[in-house]
């Protein structure tokens, strides 16, 4: 896959299927648009490319607050997962205000060229331009717009699993999006309690804008230099201890070396239980071993 900016390039070196869209999380929903570019592609002989935006097109146009910037996927998955569904020219565009004021007809006038499509294909409720237009099919362009994925609930939304992990339901959000969500973290010391306690746990700092599942333990997978290993992992303040900062620890089952300074990628597979205070440290290392024991045995329910 080869990654460009929108701003420098004049034209992709070959025809194209043009997917268009933000796809935070690349869900279910995502997934349907991308498997009907890969049909559309391999009939036609055709590249897929993608025109999408870095950060979510609404800081341009309502009052910023922090939890904008937050995504379901690090940039650094977002592109994996853009691979993974056949896309091979990935192309940025910053969604300026200049950007947006365009209409639709002079947002065809200027992609036209750069991409080359012989077909755009896009969601159905996509619309494009300030006249906020669904784009159809034309005498020589074709648009297919791709029906909404649902499941039991509902239409699948990146809002849908934004509230889900927020929840700390990253069951429902694994289903959701396809795949199992996860974190990337920075091993770093904390107090070192874990240790003590034998339940050692690398302390996790997220240098990426994406959203935390809600505080409490959890089931987790963790890779450790190319292996994966389970685990569980708590998300809260360490209440117990007198705790006041957020923090996010992980104990890796059977696995003892010093890490620091080594990244961690964490999959969420599902909740054990809420945070919660002990009165003590026994009761607190008591229901550890109860907490382990529904981790280790998690992989006979998948």
């Known amino acids: 896959m080869q990654i460009f900016n929108y701003d420098n390039i004049t034209s992709l070196p070959e025809k194209t299927v043009l997917v268009l869209g933000y796809f935070d999380g690349l869900h279910r929903g995502h997934q349907a648009l991308f498997e009907e570019a890969r049909k559309v592609a391999t009939v036609l002989n055709l590249k897929i490319a993608v025109l999408t935006f870095p950060e979510k097109p609404t ?57 080359k499509p012989e077909v755009i294909v896009t969601g159905f409720d996509y619309t494009t331009g300030s006249d906020m237009v669904n784009l159809h099919s034309t005498e020589d362009l074709k648009v297919i717009n791709v029906s909404e994925v649902k499941d039991r609930e509902g239409k699948i939304s990146s809002s849908r699993i934004r509230e889900a992990i927020q929840a700390g339901n990253v069951a429902l959000a694994n289903e959701l999006l396809g795949y199992k969500y996860e974190i990337t973290g920075l091993v770093v010391h904390g ?15 997220i240098k990426d804008f994406i959203h935390l599942p809600a505080a409490g333990v959890y089931t987790v997978d963790i890779k450790e230099e190319g292996t994966w290993r ?51 440290i026994d009761g607190l290392v008591a229901q550890m071993k109860r907490d382990e024991e529904k981790a280790r045995n998690y992989l006979a329910a998948e």
């Open 59 to 115: 800081l341009t146009f309502q009052k910023f607050e922090a939890e904008m910037l937050l995504k379901l996927t690090s940039d650094v998955q977002r592109e994996r997962l853009f691979e993974e569904n056949g896309v091979d020219y990935l192309v940025y565009k910053d969604f300026t205000s200049k950007f947006a004021h365009q209409n639709s007809s002079e947002f065809l006038s200027a992609i036209r060229p750069k991409f």
């Open 191 to 205: 107090f070192a309690r874990g240790r003590e306690l034998g339940y050692p746990t690398a302390n996790l700092v």
């Open 230 to 280: 389970r685990g569980f992992a708590s998300i809260g303040y360490n209440e117990t201890f007198g705790g006041k900062e957020k923090t996010i620890e992980v104990h890796i089952f059977d696995f003892s070396e010093e890490i620091y300074g080594e990244s961690l990628t964490v999959r969420w597979l599902d909740k054990i239980r809420d945070m919660q205070k002990f009165d003590g």
